[in-house]
């Protein structure tokens, strides 16, 4: 099976709640990650592919996979 390309849709609701409440931001990630950001990912299907994201990007860091889509 050929791998895809596909995009991933994460964001971090720690930094997102922060900025929510004009709080100082004091996880060690940019205020930027309150955004949501766009991550290429390439996987043999959407269900491995956020395997990966959520591997990269870990729910108990206060990341959120919002969705993949297939690029």
């Known amino acids: 099976m ?18 929510r409440l004009g709080r100082p931001n004091d996880t060690a990630f ?23 994201a959520e591997r990269r990007y870990p729910a108990d860091q206060g990341f959120e996979v919002e969705g993949i889509d297939e690029a």
């Open 30 to 52: 940019d205020d930027t990650w309150a955004e949501t950001r766009f991550v290429e990912i390439k996987a043999m299907s959407a269900d491995f592919a956020r395997q990966i």
């Open 2 to 19: 050929a791998m895809k390309v596909f995009e991933a849709r994460v964001f971090n609701r720690e930094v997102r709640e922060a900025m």
